[in-house]
């Protein structure tokens, strides 16, 4: 994320924006052509009503009447293709470009995260996927290609009343102006408003998000009240800020028919003015007063538009924020085949902080971990377990020192090459909305229905998947069958194995098991991890057993490492942790 929220102005969002339709410009120039086309036929349209006032004063009508009839109704029909024609090109083209925008968004996310998420909260960041991105559909559909037939229209129209009455042009052309500035007369307040606006219904959000993915903490820990009190604060500032900004739009809107009347009047006199005195026939009166009124339409159309330009370039920015934001790592290093480094990790002097106002997360750790080796990360909470895990990962990158992977420094590997050297099973399992067949698949897209279901009887998670409904094409995730955390564990490990990487990260995996199925799992992984490096994050007493040496942490430092039983007669870091554990009580009373 960039440091300093970069500035734009209207102009540069503009031209930003346009560059978006660049690939869709002969469609554009088509929407163009049949706005121009729509907006000229509404005037022929007018024109011919005034026209057929003037026949009925001078006593023609009957004899014009077929005339007529066929022109009005030739200029309704043409009317409906141009502006059927505009709307549909209009749309296509706004919809392919917030659909492209979706998708470089959530590209964007990826490439940021997680460093997108310590700057905007994750409702925030749907927000801006969702909502932000719909705002855009006015600019697409309803402003850019506006704003061309905003000013090619009434220039031809201008170029015609010039031949009739130019004084008439000359006022029209003021009053367009005065239209034209009432919004950009109102713009720093508009901008202004907008990103409040769109900030508070992206909080609001956020805070509704929160209530959804909280609601049995909000139910069973009797936050009811709290939470209800918080979410109504946000609604009543969205609400403040959306009614300071309508109300805008209103004084705007009602400046704009302001102009649009007193040009009318004005127009009419000087009409009435003209007709007769320089022997004008009456029937031009009507004809010049609608050619003088249809000059504006498209004018004060496109200036009631612009009354939201602060929504549709707050929304803009908040886009580009994300679209634009810095990655924390970046993925210069080369690719390197998983299989031609050496599983060995060694965190070389490794120091880290989080935030240059926090203190030291990572505090020159150093440790080795040989290959094929089973290391547990042990230590108290917030003793820098899971900072090691994301510095391994590659989320974030040290400060000081590196860390080496078969010898070299992760910074040197493609982030792409660095995955495929970790299985990884976290311990928030997200499974998709896809059978759970091929939920264990994303461990490996190429794996056979055979490969899969030995992943998933390694993992011990055969036998639940069996006895669900459609055994492994029952769809999980949400919206599909309910799992219980242990099962999605499971589910998670299968994954992991699948995938086969040289490095295995587990951030105490078997959490959610019951006692039998941990048992069950350790014993494969143990068996399946043979030749594999394996680093876990261990809470749990049994975990730290399995593993062939223990790193201890205290305050982001290694305290102490070696074997469980090397570690329990130091009467250490590890002691003191395990005799304050609930797991050491269990071991008193006989548990393993
Ligand atoms: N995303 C973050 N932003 C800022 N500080 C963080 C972040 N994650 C962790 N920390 C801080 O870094 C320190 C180490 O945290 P870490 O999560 O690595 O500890 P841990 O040993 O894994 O703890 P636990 O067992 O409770 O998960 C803590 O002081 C924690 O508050």
């Known amino acids: 994320m ?107 996310i990826e490439r940021v995260s997680p460093a997108i998420l310590l700057n905007m909260r994750s409702g925030q960041l749907a927000s801006t996927l969702m909502s932000d991105v719909e705002i855009m559909e006015w600019f697409f559909a309803h402003t850019f290609g506006s704003v061309l037939v905003a000013i090619i229209t009434p220039l031809i129209l201008m170029i015609i009343l010039w031949q009739i009455l130019p004084i008439l042009d000359l006022v029209m052309f003021l009053f367009a102006v005065a239209a034209v500035i009432i919004p950009i ?40 009240t709290g939470y209800e009190e918080k979410n109504r604060a946000y609604l009543e500032r969205m ?68 009354r939201n330009f602060g929504l549709i370039f707050a929304a803009a920015d908040r886009i ?55 290391v547990a990360i042990a230590g108290a909470s917030g003793a820098g ?33 660095l995955n ?30 055979e490969e899969v279901i030995e992943a998933a009887k390694e993992a011990f998670a055969h036998e639940f998947i069996m006895e669900l409904p459609d055994g492994y094409q029952t769809v999980a995730g949400e919206g599909g069958v309910k799992l219980s955390g242990g099962q999605r564990q499971r589910i998670a490990i299968a994954r992991a194995l699948l995938k086969g990487s040289p490095i295995l990260i587990l951030d105490e995996a078997v959490s959610n098991l019951d006692t039998e199925n941990e048992r069950n799992i350790q014993e494969s992984i143990q ?15 049994s975990t730290i057993k399995s593993a062939d040496r223990i790193i201890c942490l205290e305050h982001g430092k290694v305290a102490e490492t070696g074997t469980f039983e090397e570690l329990m007669e130091k009467k250490g870091c590890l002691k003191k942790l395990l005799e304050n554990s609930a797991d050491t009580n269990n071991t008193k009373k006989g548990e393993p």
């Not at 049949?34 to 011919?48: H, T, Y």
């Not at 009409?271 to 004018?299: C, E, H, R």
């Not at 391994?392 to 590997?413: H, T």
């Not at 490096?533 to 749990?540: D, P």
Request: hydrophobic content about 45%; proline content about 2%.
């Open 385 to 417: 377990k899971s900072t090691c895990i994301q510095l391994l990962l590659r989320n974030w990158d040290p400060e000081k020192g590196c860390i080496r992977i078969g010898g070299k420094d992760i910074r040197d590997m493609s982030l792409k090459s």
């Open 420 to 449: 495929e050297m970790y299985g990884t099973v976290l311990q928030d399992v997200y499974l998709f909305q896809i059978s759970i067949l091929e939920n264990i698949r994303l461990g490996r897209s190429g794996a056979t229905d």
């Open 185 to 224: 007369w109102r713009k720093k307040k508009a901008d202004e408003q907008g990103k409040e606006v769109r900030e508070a219904l992206a909080d609001a959000n956020a805070v509704t998000l929160e209530g959804v993915q909280g609601l049995k903490e909000i139910l069973t820990l009797n936050y009811r």
């Open 2 to 108: 960039n440091k300093e929220e970069k500035k734009f102005t209207r102009l540069k969002n503009v031209i930003r924006l346009s560059k978006r339709l660049k690939k869709y410009r002969l469609r554009m120039v088509a929407a163009v052509g049949a706005g121009v086309g729509n907006q000229l036929s509404i005037v022929a349209a007018s024109v011919l009503g005034a026209w057929t006032v003037g026949l009925a004063i001078d006593g023609k009508l009957m004899q014009e009447l077929n005339h007529v009839i066929a022109a009005t109704i030739a200029a309704i029909i043409i009317r409906i293709l141009f502006y059927a024609l505009e709307m549909w090109i209009c749309h296509d083209v706004a919809f392919k470009v917030l659909a492209d925008f979706r998708i470089q968004l959530f590209d964007s």
């Open 527 to 541: 068996q399946s991890t043979q030749n594999r490096t394996v680093v876990m994050i261990a809470h749990r007493l």
């Open 239 to 306: 609400y403040k800020k959306q009614f300071s900004y309508s109300k805008r739009l209103g004084t705007e809107g009602m400046l704009l028919q302001m102009v649009l009347g007193v040009s009318g009047l004005v127009a009419a006199l000087i009409a009435a003015w003209y007709v007769g005195k320089d022997g004008m026939p009456a029937s031009m009166y009507t004809i010049i007063v609608v050619l003088s009124a249809t000059i504006l339409g498209p004018v004060i159309e496109i200036c009631n538009t612009a």
């Open 320 to 374: 580009y924020r994300v679209l634009e934001a810095e990655p924390l790592v970046e993925d210069t290093g080369k690719d390197v085949e998983a299989g031609k480094l050496t599983p060995e990790i060694q965190f070389d002097h490794v120091s880290f902080r989080y935030r240059e106002e926090l203190d030291l997360a990572a505090d020159d750790l150093s440790f080795h971990i040989h290959p094929g080796e089973h």
